[in-house]
């Protein structure tokens, strides 16, 4: 039997939208699945070394449970962010829920293979330096090769 392979297109940097591609991508590999993410545009931000910055916005996000419903006009209130970013660590530290930091390096350690877009890199001016270690990084074609011979192949 031949190992099924997965693939991953991690386009959002955001604390909510971090979590799908390390769950499934850790997730998959536990279970012996080859799988690579492809970290695009702002998907790119969850490589960096420092996540300090990976925030979520109670904007836009009407499925956000939140202890009251806030309306549109409060959530774009300055603050508003990094109250529901901090919200919503303080929820996932006291549920028992992994961190950005612990599902990443669980994905590493499960030999996940992790490509950073070298257009967004330019795009944005980063540096190779901002970024963890261990990374591929390539186009979509690169991705492509890969993502055209899976089982399983997800936009996140």
Same mark, same amino acid.
Request: net charge negative.
């Given at each position: 039997?031949?190992q099924?392979?997965? %693939?991953?297109? %991690?386009? /959002?940097?955001?604390?909510?939208? $971090?979590?799908?591609?390390? !769950?499934? #991508?850790?997730? $998959? $590999?536990?279970?012996?699945?080859?799988?690579? !993410? +492809?970290?695009? +545009?702002?998907?790119?931000?969850?490589?960096?070394?420092d996540?300090?910055?990976?925030?979520?916005?109670?904007?836009?996000?009407?499925?956000?449970?939140?202890?009251?419903?806030?309306?549109?006009?409060?959530?774009?209130?300055? #603050?508003?962010?990094?109250?529901?970013?901090?919200?919503?660590?303080? /929820?996932?530290?006291? /549920?028992?829920?992994?961190?950005? =930091?612990?599902l990443?390096? %669980?994905?590493?350690? %499960?030999?996940? /293979?992790?490509?950073?877009?070298?257009?967004?890199?330019?795009?944005?001016? +980063?540096?190779?330096?901002?970024? !963890?270690?261990?990374? =591929?990084?390539? #186009?979509? $074609?690169?991705?492509?090769? +890969?993502?055209?011979?899976?089982?399983?192949?997800?936009?996140?």
């Amino acid at each position: 039997m031949t190992q099924k392979r997965m %693939a991953i297109i %991690a386009s /959002k940097g955001t604390l909510d939208m $971090a979590y799908p591609p390390f !769950i499934l #991508g850790s997730t $998959a $590999a536990a279970l012996d699945y080859e799988v690579q !993410i +492809f970290f695009t +545009f702002y998907g790119l931000q969850l490589l960096r070394k420092d996540l300090s910055d990976v925030k979520i916005s109670p904007l836009a996000n009407p499925a956000m449970p939140m202890p009251v419903p806030m309306p549109v006009l409060v959530s774009a209130l300055p #603050g508003m962010e990094s109250m529901a970013t901090m919200m919503m660590k303080q /929820k996932i530290k006291s /549920k028992g829920v992994a961190s950005i =930091e612990e599902l990443r390096t %669980a994905c590493v350690e %499960a030999g996940v /293979k992790f490509i950073g877009c070298q257009m967004t890199v330019d795009l944005f001016d +980063f540096s190779h330096d901002d970024f !963890i270690d261990g990374i =591929e990084y390539g #186009g979509a $074609a690169t991705f492509m090769k +890969f993502a055209g011979e899976t089982d399983v192949c997800l936009f996140i």
